[in-house]
């Protein structure tokens, strides 16, 4: 589209009008502490635990199957969904439909500044994106703490802290909490507070399945916690069959927990999928979204393809528990490999869920702190539907040794080994963006390196892993444990510190301190890697993943990777410590614009107001054109705002390249 | 694939102008010196120590294998490593006289080093398929376990079948030629081929011969077989590998590769020994089922129905004819 034709397409926007967030229109408008919030969650979540406890306690008795089965399933799965529904009800996610089948009019939602409107169900996606960002450090926190517990237990090859049992469920429920809180650490908090305002939207598609994506993904992180009332559960994350069947009841809460997740994951993936399809800005065509944006679009393409997967494979496992079906039994005509594959169908393409909004940040934060345009957009973007494409084929390299049929497995490696070719795209972007560039090692810049380091450890160790002769000696060792950790914790994680500390000045109008932000990146960089490295060679040497008893040769490597691991985790108190003080003890304002970024979300006042832009901003151009002697304006942002690279932040005001309107 | 055919990332990115350094033969002459001494010193001194060792023909296969994939992944990580090192040094903002990036339509793509990335990459992946998939093949199976079918079998005439019976928390093998004995350690002979066939009888387990570099998994019905041929006596490690309960990882117990003439010796004795105890175990078959008729904790075998009374016991027919371990 030429520059002119956009002007004449420029369309007038009406004023916006709030979405419609549910509720009476009999209540308070501006709800007080007799409306819903945090609180009612909280109760209702309990009694709807009891009276589902109570509900399926009296379906069963009386059955005898139920009573010889050992254990009750029943009134806890009808349990920990009552909670679940009572959470989502005392929150307010279903006053709309509820308002609706009442033939009543739902409430509009309502701006609101207050510091309450965190504890609550709320249409602005800005909110539900702080909302995700504590409740993904809440989930990370946690995990990481079971971490310790476990590189604890592992300092001695037969003195035991824990019994085998509680080891066992802190295995499962630290790998368990890491990858449902993976699924959403990027896509929650960044994807829901920055892909609206990098399209130039007002708010994204679905306000309402936004706003209920993070309270059904908090209802899953109690729902999982609750596990250890239960007694744990022996699996693992990955919920094998026959053991799952066997399992007790803290099972139920791993695959109610997982089915809660996974409801939670399609609706943000769907959510944010419609918002980049259809809410781009005028002039915002698909060569010029941000190359984050396709990340996010990429992965939510698999999150909501993938997780149905993983939904009816645990409602399969919920009805073998309950209703005693047999869909895992092999003696009584099922199979424990229709778990494993539904499972590593979802499975595999969830690696990927995890591993594309990382490449995503590290792409879209290298120009602006290299002062160079992205390197090869187009195959960055290509590289990431491609991962996405190929992650669904990918999925029996995890059975290579399980007894599948073996014509597969050449067929599989093919498919895994291909994968690497989009994957291996991300460098490519990155080592041409860094050639000839101006680095600025700001702590954001520090991790998009890290990322580069840890990924490419975790991608070439990945090729050991998807060749079968070589995956005979590693497969279910300490060397997967270490390549996934490499991938996810050096990837991923490592990519979402990254963009919190370049995006939290914006989200939060505050500057994190610096010095501490290098203290807990040199920390984390340098014991994240030596609490893994030696895995790979722990795994080398013999010692199978989740045990909690070794050979005693290995003892030296392991109390090595154990000390390491305990400072990773207290650098992560740094982090906590960065974030107390510098947003709430010590406020600093931060710049309008501190990293000099062309981005349309750091054209924004800050705070960002409840509608995002005034005016719908026409896109001119991509927002990577830095180290050009004439840039082209990047947005027009209405008032003769132009946005162009080389001038101060937060808009500058450029000559209009475009011909005068008639 | 030697060192000097893997490209090393980006190279020759745009062309350097004339007054500036080469910065592109710079990082290839660093990362080719630097992959030469590595290469070479991994193969050599690291590789011989590479797990799981040369006690079977597959062992030794699978730690060529692995080395070989070394030689590939070192190059790449220096590349990669000396290429982020050269441009962190170079173009750090702090150092004096870098010069302003230029941006524009040369610093957006180029088709040479986008082409020529995607080729690289495309060829050494293919290759390592390639690679892999004969090794798989030819080395029937890696050690691997292939299923009640497999399709990769060893041609040797002799091969000694030893099942693998993991239950909560323990594995016992049964030899099958040697009256259904069962033991509850792995006593094999050296230069023979075994199949073991593994099988669980409740949860899925791993079957893993650390040394032996042979892993399958133990499915509940399943009759998953792996082969291997004996190169060297030792000891030998078993390990569960598949999560399998509380007490994982106490499911370990040590095997033999003993000499032909001893194993003879030993399993004739065993045979003998164990005659009694033998007679009382479920009769020999390649799968077992849990009995559904009783709570007692017996086991059919898979041939058998066990909701009748059919007494038809015996290896199910259609399997390779079992051969004495001579």
Same mark, same amino acid.
């Given at each position: 589209?030429?520059?002119?034709?956009?002007?004449e397409?420029?369309?007038?926007?009406?004023?916006p009008?709030?979405?419609?967030?549910?509720?009476f229109?009999?209540?308070p408008?501006?709800?007080g502490?007799?409306?819903q919030?945090?609180?009612?969650?909280?109760?209702?979540?309990?009694?709807?635990?009891?009276?589902?406890?109570?509900?399926?306690n009296?379906?069963?008795?009386?059955?005898?199957?139920?009573?010889?089965s050992?254990?009750?399933?029943?009134?806890?799965?009808a349990?920990?969904?009552?909670?679940?529904l009572?959470?989502?009800?005392?929150?307010?996610?279903? =006053?709309?439909?509820?308002?609706?089948?009442?033939?009543?009019?739902?409430?509009? *939602?309502?701006?609101?500044t207050?510091?309450? &409107?965190?504890? &609550?169900?709320?249409a602005d996606?800005?909110?539900?994106?702080?909302?995700?960002?504590i409740g993904?450090?809440?989930?990370?926190?946690?995990?990481?703490?079971?971490?310790?517990?476990?590189?604890?237990?592992?300092?001695?090859?037969?003195?035991?802290?824990?019994? #085998?049992?509680?080891?066992?469920?802190?295995?499962s429920?630290?790998?368990?909490?890491?990858m449902?809180?993976?699924?959403?650490?990027?896509?929650?908090?960044?994807?829901?507070?920055?892909?609206?305002?990098?399209?130039?939207?007002?708010?994204?598609?679905f306000?309402?399945?936004?706003?209920?994506?993070?309270?059904?993904?908090t209802?899953?992180?109690l729902?999982?916690?609750?596990?250890?009332f239960?007694?744990?559960?022996?699996?693992?994350?990955?919920?094998?069959?026959?053991?799952?069947?066997?399992?007790?009841q803290?099972?139920?809460?791993y695959?109610?927990?997982?089915?809660?997740?996974?409801v939670?994951?399609?609706?943000?993936?769907? =959510?944010?999928?419609v918002t980049?399809?259809?809410?781009?800005?005028?002039?915002?065509?698909?060569?010029?979204?941000?190359?984050?944006?396709?990340?996010?679009?990429?992965?939510c393409?698999?999150?909501?393809?993938?997780?149905?997967?993983?939904v009816?494979?645990?409602?399969?496992?919920?009805?073998?528990?309950?209703?005693?079906?047999?869909?895992?039994?092999?003696?009584?005509?099922?199979?424990?490999?229709?778990?494993?594959?539904?499972?590593?169908?979802?499975?595999?393409p969830?690696v990927?869920i995890?591993?594309?909004?990382?490449?995503?940040?590290v792409?879209?934060?290298?120009?602006?702190f290299?002062?160079?345009?992205?390197?090869?957009?187009?195959?960055?973007?290509?590289?990431?539907?491609?991962?996405?494409?190929?992650?669904?084929?990918?999925? @029996?390299?995890?059975?290579? @040794?399980?007894?599948?049929?073996? *014509?597969?497995?050449?067929l599989?490696m093919?498919?895994?080994?291909?994968?690497?070719?989009?994957?291996?795209f991300?460098?490519?972007v990155?080592?041409?963006?860094?050639?000839?560039?101006?680095?600025?090692?700001?702590?954001?810049?520090?991790?998009?390196?890290?990322?580069?380091?840890?990924?490419?450890?975790g %991608?070439?160790?990945?090729?050991?892993?998807?060749?079968? #002769?070589? =995956?005979v000696?590693?497969?279910g060792?300490?060397?997967?444990?270490?390549?996934?950790?490499?991938?996810?914790? %050096?990837?991923?994680?490592?990519?979402?510190?990254?963009?919190?500390y370049y995006?939290?000045p914006?989200?939060?109008?505050?500057?994190?301190?610096?010095?501490l932000?290098?203290?807990?990146?040199?920390?984390?960089?340098?014991?994240?890697?030596?609490?893994?490295?030696?895995?790979?060679l722990i795994?080398?040497?013999? @010692?199978?993943?989740?045990?909690?008893?070794?050979?005693?040769?290995l @003892?030296?490597?392991? *109390?090595?990777?154990?000390?390491?691991?305990?400072?990773?985790?207290?650098?992560?108190?740094?982090?906590?410590?960065?974030?107390?003080?510098?947003?709430?003890?010590?406020?600093?304002?931060?710049?309008?614009?501190p990293?000099?970024?062309?981005?349309?979300e750091?054209?924004?006042?800050?705070p960002?107001?409840?509608?995002?832009?005034?005016?719908i901003?026409v896109?001119?151009?991509?927002?990577?054109?830095?180290?050009?002697?004439?840039?082209?304006?990047?947005?027009?942002l209405?008032?003769?705002?132009?946005?162009?690279a080389?001038?101060?932040?937060?808009?500058?005001?450029?000559?209009?390249?475009?011909?005068?309107?008639? | 694939?030697?060192?000097?055919?893997?490209?090393?990332?980006?190279?020759?990115?745009?062309?350097?102008?004339?007054?500036?350094?080469?910065?592109?033969?710079?990082?290839?002459?660093?990362?080719?010196?630097?992959?030469?001494?590595?290469?070479?010193?991994?193969?050599?001194?690291?590789?011989?120590?590479?797990?799981?060792?040369?006690?079977?023909? /597959?062992?030794?296969?699978?730690?060529?294998?692995?080395?070989?994939?070394?030689?590939?992944?070192?190059?790449?990580?220096?590349a990669?490593?000396?290429?982020?090192?050269?441009?962190?040094?170079?173009?750090?903002?702090?150092?004096k006289g870098?010069?302003?990036p230029?941006?524009?339509?040369?610093?957006?793509s180029?088709?040479?080093?986008?082409?020529?990335?995607?080729?690289?990459?495309?060829?050494m992946?293919?290759?390592?398929?390639?690679?892999?998939?004969?090794?798989?093949?030819?080395?029937?199976?890696?050690?691997?376990?292939?299923?009640?079918?497999?399709?990769?079998?060893?041609t040797?005439?002799?091969?000694?079948?030893?099942?693998?019976i993991?239950q909560?928390?323990?594995?016992?093998?049964?030899?099958?030629?040697?009256?259904?004995?069962?033991?509850?350690?792995?006593?094999?002979?050296?230069?023979?081929?075994?199949a073991?066939h593994?099988?669980?009888?409740?949860v899925?387990?791993?079957?893993?011969?650390?040394?032996?570099?042979v892993?399958?998994d133990?499915?509940?019905?399943?009759d998953?077989?792996?082969?291997?041929?004996?190169?060297?006596?030792?000891?030998?490690?078993?390990r569960?590998?598949?999560?399998?309960?509380?007490?994982?990882?106490?499911?370990f117990?040590?095997?033999?590769?003993?000499?032909?003439?001893?194993?003879?010796?030993?399993?004739?004795?065993?045979?003998?020994?164990?005659?009694? /105890?033998?007679?009382?175990?479920?009769?020999?078959?390649?799968?077992?089922?849990?009995?559904?008729?009783?709570?007692?904790?017996?086991?059919?075998?898979?041939?058998?129905?066990?909701?009748?009374?059919?007494?038809?016991?015996?290896?199910?027919?259609?399997?390779?004819?079992?051969?004495?371990?001579?």
């Amino acid at each position: 589209m030429t520059l002119a034709a956009e002007r004449e397409t420029e369309v007038v926007y009406p004023d916006p009008t709030p979405p419609v967030l549910g509720g009476f229109q009999g209540l308070p408008a501006r709800p007080g502490w007799f409306s819903q919030h945090l609180g009612t969650a909280a109760i209702l979540a309990v009694g709807g635990y009891l009276l589902g406890h109570w509900i399926g306690n009296v379906m069963t008795s009386g059955y005898d199957n139920v009573a010889a089965s050992g254990i009750n399933a029943v009134p806890v799965t009808a349990g920990l969904l009552g909670g679940v529904l009572g959470w989502l009800l005392g929150i307010g996610a279903l =006053n709309y439909p509820l308002a609706k089948m009442a033939g009543m009019e739902p409430r509009p *939602d309502y701006e609101s500044t207050s510091w309450t &409107r965190y504890f &609550r169900y709320t249409a602005d996606h800005k909110v539900v994106g702080m909302q995700y960002v504590i409740g993904v450090l809440g989930f990370l926190f946690t995990g990481g703490l079971l971490a310790m517990a476990i590189r604890t237990e592992l300092l001695s090859p037969t003195s035991h802290l824990f019994g #085998p049992g509680t080891y066992i469920s802190i295995v499962s429920e630290h790998g368990t909490v890491m990858m449902m809180m993976a699924t959403s650490v990027i896509v929650g908090p960044l994807g829901n507070w920055l892909v609206p305002l990098m399209i130039g939207a007002r708010r994204t598609a679905f306000p309402r399945v936004e706003a209920f994506s993070f309270w059904i993904f908090t209802a899953g992180y109690l729902v999982i916690l609750s596990a250890l009332f239960y007694g744990g559960f022996p699996t693992g994350w990955t919920g094998y069959a026959p053991l799952q069947t066997q399992a007790p009841q803290g099972m139920m809460s791993y695959l109610v927990g997982f089915a809660v997740i996974g409801v939670g994951m399609m609706a943000a993936g769907f =959510n944010l999928a419609v918002t980049i399809i259809n809410y781009r800005a005028p002039g915002m065509t698909w060569s010029r979204i941000p190359i984050f944006v396709w990340s996010i679009l990429a992965t939510c393409a698999l999150l909501t393809l993938a997780t149905p997967t993983l939904v009816a494979a645990g409602l399969f496992g919920i009805l073998d528990h309950t209703a005693q079906t047999a869909f895992y039994v092999t003696e009584h005509g099922g199979s424990s490999f229709l778990w494993q594959n539904l499972f590593w169908f979802f499975g595999h393409p969830e690696v990927y869920i995890m591993a594309l909004p990382g490449f995503g940040i590290v792409a879209e934060l290298l120009p602006v702190f290299t002062r160079k345009p992205l390197f090869a957009y187009k195959v960055a973007a290509a590289g990431m539907i491609g991962v996405a494409l190929l992650s669904f084929f990918v999925w @029996q390299h995890h059975l290579f @040794q399980s007894g599948i049929n073996p *014509d597969m497995r050449p067929l599989f490696m093919l498919t895994t080994e291909l994968i690497s070719i989009p994957t291996g795209f991300i460098f490519l972007v990155g080592m041409g963006t860094l050639y000839k560039a101006k680095i600025r090692f700001e702590v954001p810049m520090l991790f998009c390196l890290a990322v580069f380091f840890n990924f490419l450890i975790g %991608g070439v160790t990945g090729v050991f892993l998807s060749d079968v #002769p070589v =995956n005979v000696t590693v497969h279910g060792s300490f060397f997967v444990l270490a390549h996934f950790h490499y991938t996810i914790m %050096g990837g991923l994680i490592f990519a979402f510190f990254g963009g919190l500390y370049y995006w939290l000045p914006k989200m939060t109008g505050k500057t994190m301190n610096k010095k501490l932000g290098k203290i807990h990146f040199w920390l984390m960089f340098i014991f994240f890697n030596l609490t893994f490295f030696p895995m790979f060679l722990i795994g080398l040497l013999g @010692q199978p993943r989740r045990v909690f008893e070794y050979a005693h040769n290995l @003892q030296a490597l392991n *109390d090595f990777a154990s000390v390491s691991s305990f400072v990773l985790g207290a650098s992560f108190l740094v982090f906590v410590a960065n974030f107390v003080w510098s947003i709430f003890i010590k406020p600093t304002p931060s710049p309008a614009n501190p990293w000099d970024s062309l981005g349309l979300e750091w054209q924004t006042p800050t705070p960002v107001p409840y509608y995002n832009f005034a005016r719908i901003p026409v896109v001119l151009n991509d927002p990577y054109h830095y180290g050009e002697e004439n840039p082209p304006a990047i947005a027009d942002l209405g008032d003769g705002i132009l946005v162009a690279a080389g001038a101060s932040s937060p808009a500058s005001v450029a000559e209009d390249p475009r011909p005068p309107a008639e | 694939m030697s060192t000097d055919n893997t490209e090393p990332a980006g190279q020759d990115a745009p062309a350097a102008q004339a007054d500036q350094p080469r910065h592109m033969w710079r990082i290839v002459a660093i990362w080719f010196i630097l992959a030469a001494i590595l290469d070479p010193l991994f193969y050599f001194l690291v590789g011989p120590h590479v797990p799981p060792g040369t006690m079977t023909d /597959n062992a030794s296969d699978n730690q060529f294998d692995f080395n070989i994939l070394l030689v590939i992944a070192v190059p790449v990580l220096i590349a990669v490593w000396v290429y982020l090192g050269y441009c962190i040094v170079m173009w750090r903002s702090t150092r004096k006289g870098v010069p302003d990036p230029v941006g524009g339509p040369q610093a957006r793509s180029h088709l040479k080093v986008q082409v020529g990335w995607i080729v690289t990459t495309t060829i050494m992946v293919l290759g390592l398929f390639l690679f892999g998939t004969v090794r798989l093949i030819t080395g029937n199976g890696s050690g691997g376990g292939e299923g009640p079918n497999p399709i990769w079998t060893p041609t040797s005439a002799t091969v000694l079948p030893v099942q693998v019976i993991g239950q909560q928390w323990k594995f016992t093998y049964r030899y099958p030629t040697f009256g259904g004995m069962e033991t509850s350690q792995l006593i094999i002979p050296d230069h023979t081929t075994i199949a073991f066939h593994v099988t669980s009888l409740d949860v899925i387990h791993s079957f893993w011969a650390y040394q032996l570099s042979v892993k399958a998994d133990a499915n509940p019905q399943q009759d998953n077989v792996a082969y291997t041929e004996t190169k060297e006596t030792g000891n030998v490690t078993v390990r569960c590998s598949e999560l399998c309960g509380i007490w994982h990882g106490a499911m370990f117990n040590y095997g033999k590769v003993v000499s032909k003439s001893d194993f003879e010796t030993w399993a004739k004795k065993t045979e003998a020994l164990t005659a009694a /105890n033998t007679k009382l175990l479920p009769p020999f078959a390649w799968t077992y089922v849990p009995d559904a008729n009783n709570a007692d904790g017996g086991y059919y075998p898979d041939n058998v129905d066990p909701y009748s009374n059919a007494e038809v016991y015996g290896a199910t027919p259609g399997k390779p004819t079992p051969v004495n371990g001579q």
